[in-house]
Each structure stands twice: as C-alpha cells, then as structure tokens.
C-alpha cells in the first residue's frame, strides 16, 4: 500500500502544471467571473455589492461556532469532574 500511494505521489509530482505560473508583480485582470470578495479586481455592479455582507456572515458563524465549542468543552470537564474522583486533579 506504501508503494502505490508512493507511486501516486510521484506520478503527480512529475506531470508539469498545464497553466503558466504568473509573473512577478503582474496582477491577474479578470474579466469575465462576476465581482466577489477574492475573484475580481473590479467593483461589484450597484446592488450586488454581497463580499463584505458575505464576510460579515463568515465571520458571525465562526464566532457563534466557536463560543458553543468553548460552551461545551467547559461543560463536559464539568460533568467529568463531578463522576471521577480526583479528576480536576493534574
């Protein structure tokens, strides 16, 4: 099994990348992909101004992900604590 995933690692290893890597300090100009917060260069058209309400959106649910993490973490070493003797402990 090593050798197959090691044959595979190689074979695509070897094969060129088909695209040209891009030049330095040239900028990509996009043309025909509509605007968004990482795909255009360009200013959204009026009323589809959506990358910063997007990023916005992003970054409540990361939060929100994170505090019902910590919220849970907490309350399972709680429950730990009180059915182990000693396990608050170290």
Known sequence: MRRLVLVIVIAFA???ASAEPPHHGQHE???TRPSGFWTSNQPAPPGQEYK??????????????GLLMVRAIKRANAERATR???????
């Not at 910063?52 to 992003?58: A, K, S």
């Open 52 to 65: 910063w309400r997007l990023l916005e959106i992003g970054i409540a649910v990361g939060l929100l992900t």
């Open 14 to 16: 070897a094969v060129p």
């Open 84 to 90: 182990l003797p000693g396990a608050h402990i170290r």
């Open 29 to 31: 100009i996009i043309y």
